[in-house]
T-cell receptor
Framework: KQEVTQIPAALSVPEGENLVLNCSFTDSAIYNLQWFRQDPGKGLTSLLLIQSSQREQTSGRLNASLDKSSGRSTLYIAASQPGDSATYLCAEGFGDNNDMRFGAGTRLTVKP | GAVVSQHPSWVICKSGTSVKIECRSLDFQATTMFWYRQFPKQSLMLMATSNEGSKATYEQGVEKDKFLINHASLTLSTLTVTSAHPEDSSFYIC??????????FGSGTQLSVL
């Protein structure tokens, strides 16, 4: 059974700290990997999408990497802020229809 | 970025009634729409995939007669939970995509069945 795993399940850091969220996947036939942010009552926001042919993507303070050979992706958040507090989900795209398989998420709390 | 509108945001209904949830892509035409459900502290689980004008493809274990999906146009998909029961209480969320581009999500619907 293919799986997507996110570690840690929860993370609490002081404001200003740089942090890394981890995502691992078992399906080597990945099409792409996407990182999302989930705020309560506000659904999901797409942060970064990395195609299988790419190694990383950057947007502002966020940098996501993809290593297909090891089945890992990381989301790096620089200079964290309280507004970054949310649950972060990674999802791998697979199959002919580019279905998505989600991890359970990492709940991030950034303390002021 | 693209906007996906999902309504209602929350709904409370009596057991045995049916509930319809709408998902609209506001500024783009979605070739594919997806429906997920999420139980507390668990990951999103894909329920079904729908392409405009064709029948939805349901994931294993999802009852197609209970969760009716209609994707009548490139901008609208609906999920109807028929004869809802308390165990159907969950967070339902839709997403839409053009070809192999990014996935854009609706804001979700919290369904509570009494």
């Amino acid at each position: 059974k293919q799986e997507v795993t996110q570690i840690p399940a929860a993370l609490s850091v002081p404001e200003g700290e740089n942090l890394v969220l981890n995502c691992s996947f078992t399906d080597s036939a990945i099409y792409n990997l996407q990182w999302f942010r989930q705020d309560p009552g506000k659904g999901l926001t797409s942060l970064l999408l990395i195609q299988s042919s790419q190694r990383e993507q950057t947007s502002g303070r966020l940098n996501a990497s993809l290593d297909k050979s090891s089945g890992r992706s990381t989301l790096y958040i620089a200079a964290s802020q309280p507004g970054d507090s949310a649950t972060y989900l990674c999802a791998e795209g697979f199959g002919d229809n580019n279905d998505m398989r989600f991890g359970a998420g990492t709940r991030l709390t950034v303390k002021p | 970025g693209a906007v996906v509108s999902q309504h209602p945001s929350w709904v409370i209904c009596k057991s045995g009634t049916s509930v319809k949830i709408e998902c609209r892509s506001l500024d783009f035409q979605a070739t594919t729409m997806f429906w997920y459900r999420q139980f507390p502290k668990q990951s999103l689980m894909l329920m079904a995939t729908s392409n405009e004008g064709s029948k939805a493809t349901y994931e294993q274990g999802v009852e197609k007669d209970k969760f009716l999906i209609n994707h009548a146009s490139l901008t609208l998909s609906t999920l109807t939970v028929t004869s809802a029961h308390p165990e159907d209480s969950s967070f339902y969320i839709c997403s839409a995509r053009v070809l192999n581009e990014k996935l854009f999500f609706g804001s979700g619907t919290q369904l509570s069945v009494l």
